[in-house]
Nanobody, 124 residues
Framework: QVQLVESGGGWVQAGGSLGLSCAAS????????MAWFRQAPGKEREFVAT????????TYADSVKGRFTISRDNNKNTVYLQMNSLKPEDTAVYYC?????????????????WGQGTQVTVSS
């Protein structure tokens, strides 16, 4: 079993920055794709960013491209999401997810393990 724990959420003014972390424990080997998703109130969960097992390839949602950066440190079993130039529409609960495969998947159905989520609130 794998446990994912997110941290780093909070409140920030528009234009500001926040960094999220997701620590994996349990059977947390580093052979699998990791991703970030988010869910705003009244909306479906949406893809944000994904990174392949060795951290050499990434994919981003168009809405965050150029502002967000996903990275990972396999020595620490941790994946990160650096969020810059934040907008009010980025307000959501952000979830870390881990796949059982190594592709760059943007669909949530490819991810087996999920964290509990961390709230990010961007005020205008």
């Amino acid at each position: 079993q794998v446990q994912l724990v997110e941290s780093g959420g909070g409140w920030v003014q528009a234009g500001g920055s926040l960094g999220l972390s997701c620590a994996a424990s349990g059977r947390a080997d580093d052979d699998y794709t990791m991703a970030w998703f988010r869910q705003a109130p009244g909306k479906e969960r949406e893809f944000v960013a994904t990174i392949n097992p060795i951290g050499s390839r990434t994919t981003y949602a168009d809405s965050v491209k150029g502002r967000f950066t996903i990275s990972r440190d396999n020595n620490k079993n941790t994946v990160y999401l650096q969020m810059n130039s934040l907008k009010p529409e980025d307000t959501a609960v952000y979830y870390c997810a881990r796949s059982l495969a190594s592709g760059l998947y943007t669909n949530a159905r490819y991810y087996t393990y999920w964290g509990q989520g961390t709230q990010v609130t961007v005020s205008s």
